[in-house]
């Protein structure tokens, strides 16, 4: 070996110790990493030195454990643990997914002919799959992308480590605790308000435990409107003695037999009844409330009905359910409805020298879907004048037929031509086709049915008012009629109002307009899939008004429901965090989360899978109580 060749071999030697050196110090600081952020101060074990670890689209790292660690360890299946990389400082997250043991006959391929206990032959190393879920580097969290060094030392993360590297925020709602080796650890899961601006989709069967986890959001300090439709919000509320607004939606029949001035009264002593509370007396009625004493806490009652002329314009946008050619024809039948009133009030107006606009408030304000029936309306002026086709005069009333003006309009009388022409010469019949009349008529004599509008005794509804907290107390309205319908119109009500009251504020810059969340069970009632264009074309547009229009608008979204199937596609589309509890295998695959059949198709209430915008998949188990 000539001297150039011993001089090469002896500096190579020397680059060789000191990158040893250099490993061995970044296996040590690897350890130490490992032992102060572990939960228990141990290293569990190492990634392993027997096979090849690759990171791929389904990869999984291999771990051994010596046996002294596994029995000391109890470690599980579905357990979260760390690793923590030796050659670049990163710290990967991965669940364990399976957990081989063999006794060391088996490692020699020996079969014996008896089967002899030998507790030294089960002293062999245990071997876990890892599957790296995610990683964090100098507080930078993302998904699991560095090479995983062989020999790098496997731990327990603490809760605060392990909220880190899943990017689990650590402030927010709470909605459960991490569900890590078959229990839940002292780690939360929080959602912060850019996840919940980003709306949240809850997926279970019956009894898995999706109105628990309402609740448990409900519970803490979140501006919240929750649709209630037995009771279940309301009582949680009243258990936890809580002061919070009540919107009562309510129906004719409640007040049927009950004078108009004892009607509000007649109301929240139901409310009462139901719910325990003190029996209320005239001097509770405050500002278009009902203030009720319910065991330690106080309820702002709102009795409220639709307005039927605030949404007579747009009754065809507020249920899915009328038919396309009636929705088509509606807003014109109303703009000729609505000039034809305007004339009537013009002729009393003149006949009795009162203001127009005072008889025309008064003819709106008693309007309703029966007064285009057959109801007419009544306005309780006395003083006469000359009677016309669509109004008389009598002694205590005057009566005016505005379910006559109506049909005329839409052409099913042969002499509505010359009546509406005496009234108005710009106003002529729509002659609609008789199918179309026909649907037009059986729709609203199925909305009037329902009874929920004008209903004596109701307020206004001012958002403003309400309380941090506000329950829609749908269970009314279900007492009275099963229909999805009715439930429907009250919530698509409800609900436009509400987005209008913080478009306002939004467009004002409002201080004040802090998130509000707005949860519905049972969300395919709601919003459900339809064939019919016009009915998806409103179901869509609302959503895409809270939804995707809401976030700049400080609205989150909770839909719950355990029928995903029946669901609007625009729901799933919107709901950037997703919350699967129990279901059915075709749900998880239509899902994606089918890798967690396993644990989903036969979890207990209140165990679930979050798939969020701001985090990995976790796994979680609801609270109870906070």
């Given at each position: ?126 071997f876990l799959e890892l599957k ?120 004719i029949m409640m007040v049927n ?139 205590d009333y005057i009566t005016i ?226």
């Open positions: 070996m000539n001297n150039l060749n011993i001089l090469y071999f002896h500096y190579t030697l020397m680059d060789e110790d000191l990158l040893v050196q250099e490993l061995s110090r970044k296996l040590e600081e690897a350890d130490s990493f490992a032992l102060q952020n572990s939960i228990d101060g141990k290293i569990l074990g190492r990634v392993t030195r027997f096979e090849t670890i690759r990171l791929g689209e389904k990869s999984y790292i291999g771990i051994d454990l010596a046996f002294l660690d596994y029995m000391n360890s109890n470690v599980k299946k579905g357990e979260y643990l760390a690793i923590r990389t030796i050659i670049s400082p990163v710290v990967v997250i991965g669940e364990v997914v399976s957990i081989e043991r063999a006794d060391m006959l088996a490692e020699f391929n020996i079969r014996e002919s008896s089967f002899p206990r030998d507790p030294t032959t089960i002293m062999t190393q245990t790296p879920i995610s990683e964090i580097e100098n507080n930078v969290k993302r998904p699991a992308v560095t090479p995983i060094d062989p020999q790098s030392p496997v731990f327990r993360p603490k809760e605060s480590l392990l909220q880190d590297a899943l990017g689990i925020p650590h402030e927010g709602i709470k909605i459960g605790k991490i569900f890590s080796g078959g229990k839940e650890i002292d780690a939360y899961v929080n959602l912060d308000e850019e996840s919940l601006v980003h709306h949240i989709l809850v997926i279970g069967t019956t009894g898995s435990g999706k109105t628990t986890l309402l609740k448990t959001i409900l519970s803490q300090n979140v501006n919240a409107v929750f649709f209630d439709r037995q009771g279940d919000f309301v009582r949680h509320l009243i258990s936890r003695g809580e002061e919070f607004s009540v919107i009562m939606p309510s129906v037999d009950v004078p108009s001035s004892r009607a509000s009264l007649e109301l929240g002593t139901q409310f009462a009844e139901r719910y325990g509370c003190a029996t209320p007396v005239s001097g509770d009625i405050r500002d278009n409330e009902i203030l009720l004493e319910c065991e330690k806490s106080i309820v702002h009652l709102i009795p409220y009905s639709i307005n039927f002329t605030k949404v007579i314009d747009y009754m065809h946008k507020l249920t899915p359910y009328m038919s396309p050619m009636a929705r088509v024809f509606w807003p014109v039948i109303m703009n000729n409805f609505k000039k034809g009133i305007d004339k009537i009030a013009e002729n009393i107006s003149h006949d009795l020298s009162l203001p127009k606009e005072k008889v025309k408030s008064e003819i709106f304000k008693l309007l309703t879907p029966s007064s285009l029936l057959n109801d007419d309306v009544k306005l309780q002026f006395q003083k006469k004048g000359k009677s016309s086709t669509y109004y008389s005069y009598n002694d037929y505005t379910s006559r003006l109506f049909r005329h309009i839409m052409g099913e009388d042969k002499n509505a031509i010359t009546s509406l022409r005496q009234l108005d010469k710009n106003l002529s019949p729509l002659d609609l086709a008789f199918q179309t009349q026909d649907a037009i008529i059986r729709a609203l004599r199925s909305v009037s049915e329902f009874g929920i509008f004008n209903v004596n005794g109701t307020f206004d509804l001012d958002f403003q008012r309400l309380k941090k907290k506000a329950v829609v107390d749908l269970s009314w309205i279900l007492d009275y009629t099963a229909s999805v319908e009715a439930i429907a119109m009250v919530a698509y009500s409800i609900l436009s109002d509400f987005y209008s009251y913080k478009d306002e504020l939004y467009k004002k810059k409002e201080r004040d307009n802090s998130l509000t969340i707005l949860a519905l069970d049972e969300a395919h009632e709601y919003f459900p899939q339809t064939k019919d264009e016009e009915s998806k074309s409103i179901i869509e547009g609302l959503l895409n008004r809270l939804m995707r229009l809401g976030r700049v608008r400080k609205i989150s979204v909770i839909l719950a429901t355990h029928m995903p199937d029946d669901l609007n596609p625009l729901v799933l589309q919107l709901s950037n965090t997703k919350i699967v509890m129990r279901n059915e295998e075709n749900v998880l695959e239509k899902l994606g989360f089918e890798d967690y059949a396993d644990i989903l198709l036969t979890a207990p209430a209140g165990l679930g899978v979050v798939r969020s915008i701001k985090f990995s998949d976790v796994v979680i188990k609801t609270l109870k109580e906070i």
